[in-house]
């Protein structure tokens, strides 16, 4: 997982905010769909989040490209993880409260924001509604099981003439060649529901309308197709951690082993990729 795009939705106001390989690419298998009440908590990675998911620069780099599109005045963020984006957001005069399924995820969050922060799920957020002026997402609307509704739970709190702002998962990499083998994968396993049109799309049945798109900067890591591959083989990422074993044989080894078969595969590659923000 790397950086990604930011769409800005305005409806009370509002602002939310795979390219396969060449070839045929994997066959999509028959996965189970998500249903209401199974949102995706990060219980299990707590402990590495920041480590694989690019940390305090992950963190700054967000907060720089969503930061333009809020309103003045605090933000609610739902789904804050370990709180690497909202204390940026503090540390640039937002005082920031923070929302997330995963207590483990929350307790690392309490270390950078103290007690402004809650176990909460986005569709029943604990607060009022119309009672804050932003409300930030950024890298959830992949796991959650009804987009829309989660859009039109998480606006309810937002304030006439307020501000949502989206940051989908789904790094806009550049096309190198650890993003042709893993893309194929990640387009199988996890088909995006949530890029910026189909965000536009569902903010209309939310009574909410995209007022702007934009990108983030971009954000740079090194990794080795070795490495990536052991990450892979770890199920650092979410959409790894349940898969039958029939799905996990046919679409996630031959990905592990053409990583490993690239040239020079212990040799670290500079990688770059931007979000979107709606």
Do not use: K
């Amino acid at each position: 997982v790397g950086p990604g795009r930011t769409a800005v939705l305005d409806g009370t106001d509002i602002a939310a905010g795979g390219n396969r390989a060449a070839g045929t690419g994997p066959a999509r298998p028959s996965l189970r769909p998500m249903t209401r009440g199974e949102s995706v908590t990060f219980d299990r990675i707590a402990a590495d989040y920041d480590a694989t998911r690019g940390g305090l620069e992950r963190g700054q780099r967000i907060a720089a490209g969503v930061v333009d599109w809020l309103r003045p005045g605090p933000v609610v963020e739902v789904g804050v993880g370990t709180g690497v984006i909202a204390r940026e957001l503090v540390d640039r005069g937002h005082g920031v409260v923070g929302v997330d399924l995963s207590l483990p995820m929350l307790t690392r969050a309490h270390a950078r924001l103290g007690s402004c922060i809650a176990v909460g799920d986005g569709y029943r957020l604990p607060l009022r509604p119309r009672s804050v002026p932003n409300a930030l997402t950024v890298w959830v609307t992949q796991l959650v099981p009804d987009v829309g509704a989660f859009l039109a739970s998480v606006g309810e709190v937002v304030a006439p003439r307020g501000r949502l702002v989206i940051v989908p998962a789904g790094i806009q990499t550049d096309r190198d060649e650890i993003d042709r083998v893993v893309r194929p994968m990640a387009e199988v396993l996890r088909p995006q529901r949530d890029g910026p049109d189909q965000l536009a799309a569902l903010a209309e049945g939310a009574d909410l309308r995209v007022v702007e798109r934009a990108t983030t900067g971009d954000g740079v890591w090194s990794i080795s197709p070795a490495e990536q591959a052991d990450q892979i083989a770890a199920r650092s990422w979410s959409m790894l951690w349940d898969l039958p074993d029939d799905v996990w044989d046919e679409i996630v080894v031959p990905t592990i082993a053409a990583l490993r078969a690239l040239p020079e595969p212990d040799r670290r590659r500079d990688r770059a990729g931007r979000n979107d923000v709606v």
